[in-house]
């Protein structure tokens, strides 16, 4: 069974940045797609940027788009979300997640952020001056 443990989390200043990083276990990366996620207070889940370990297919959600960049290392079965000139509202806590469902890496991420119910403890980031 396919299990993540995220790292990396902690408090920054608006305009930093962090490099998240998720140890996956329990299968091989390249025959999984994996993403990270995060949900404020009163806002649904979202996939913040999701990959296909296989052919290196990404998705990022618009608000993150040219700040974020996800990866993947087989040898090392880590994930990694390094994020740049990071704002307060990226405050979250943020889970990485093997994903559900088919098809194109968007309508995976979405249906992860939907519909997994097993999520686990994440890590933190807090933006703020």
């Known amino acids: 069974q396919l299990q993540t443990v995220e790292s990396g989390g902690t408090w920054v200043q608006p305009g930093g940045s962090l490099r998240l990083s998720c140890a996956a276990s329990g299968g091989r990366l390249e025959n999984y797609a994996f993403g990270w996620f995060r949900q404020v207070p009163g806002k649904e889940r979202e996939g913040v940027s999701c990959?296909?370990?296989?052919?290196?297919?990404?998705y990022y959600t618009d608000s993150v788009k040219g700040r974020f960049t996800i990866s993947g290392d087989n040898a090392k079965a880590m994930i990694y979300l390094q994020m740049d000139n990071l704002k307060p509202e990226d405050t979250s806590t943020y889970h990485c997640e093997g994903l559900i469902g088919w098809g194109a890496i968007q309508r995976m991420c979405e249906m992860t952020a939907t519909y997994y119910e097993k999520w686990g403890q994440g890590t933190e980031v807090i933006v703020s001056s």
């Open positions: 990959v296909k370990i296989a052919d290196g297919t990404t």
